[in-house]
């Protein structure tokens, strides 16, 4: 709509895409990271997994659910359903894989976590690159990658996603699920010695990880078009872990605004195509060396604090209503 009446263009509506799918990818990354305190090097991973099963899927049942491309940008009923749905599927697919991974890899911590994540991440792009050979039709593409994705993506429904993915996250964090996870962060022995079942709440923060992580790579498939193992290296994983890190460890409003901070930077660097990368780099390790905790540490947007706050403040006009009670 925007597009249409030349308010912004195609262009910066691809960036305000994007953006937020690294919220939804920088936040899920944050439960296992920052609320979890482990750290899993392989979001790349379940980010392709669940961008390949929901692209797939939406172009499989098109013909079905009688969609064609541009009924996606129409909005038609039927092509929204089945977006829904296959998001949801990706998601499903993304959070099957963290189940398979989480449960083996969660008896390891720290470097060794780290290490087997990441081979979980390598081995889905190789999957991702031979898989046509062995099912013997074309499925992934391969390495020229999966092409002809419907442009389901687009500003709204982006929007949209990314509130009720934040919505969810953060419901589950204020609830005694959260709050296990939280305690396992903090110390894990006193944890388990409290009754607290670690091994199933480290599960589940890895799989509700896996889960969202799914969900922004079916929104970053219709974005951009293409799938393509190679847009799922190690690097990627980095990409979206120094988003978490910068933002801060266990701040969802810090990975927010880091995932937004980093997205947006390198696009607005690109008239200075030669030193776009070195100001990147610059900025970033300015931010660590001066904020080595991140931009907000652990710090956390509660609205409840903010009106107790507002309610206890001393304006003027309460003063004088406490003078008029004392006389």
Known sequence: MMVGQGIITRYQTSVLEQVGIYIIMAVSLNIATGYLGQLPLGHAGFMSVGGYSCAIFIMRMMPAFGVTMRDFV???????????????????????????????????????????????AEIIRVVMLNIDGVV???????????????????FLNTFVVVVISLFLIHTMMKSRHGRAILSIRDNEIAAEASGVNTTYYKTLAFVVSAFFAGIGGGLYAGCIGVMAPAKFGFM?????????????????????????????????????????????????????????????????????????????????????ASAEEVE
């Open 136 to 154: 013997g039709f074309e499925l992934t593409g391969g390495a020229k990658g999966l092409t002809g994705i419907p442009s389901y993506t687009n």
């Open 74 to 120: 129409l909005g038609t009923p039927a092509a929204s359903l089945l977006f829904v749905i296959g998001l949801v599927f990706g998601g499903i697919c993304a959070a099957i894989c963290g189940v398979i991974i989480g449960i083996p890899a969660l008896r390891l911590k720290g470097d060794y976590l780290a290490i087997i994540t990441l081979g979980f």
């Open 236 to 320: 990627k994983s980095i990409e979206i872990l120094v988003m978490v890190v910068l933002g801060g460890m266990g701040s969802m409003l810090g990975s927010v605004l880091s995932a937004t901070f980093l997205t947006i930077l390198p696009e607005a660097l690109r008239a200075f195509a030669d030193y776009r990368m070195v100001v990147y780099a610059v900025v970033l390790i300015l931010v660590m060396i001066f904020r080595p905790q991140g931009l907000l540490g652990t710090y956390d947007f509660s609205l409840g604090n903010v009106l107790e706050k507002i309610a206890n403040r001393e304006f003027p006009w309460k003063k004088s």
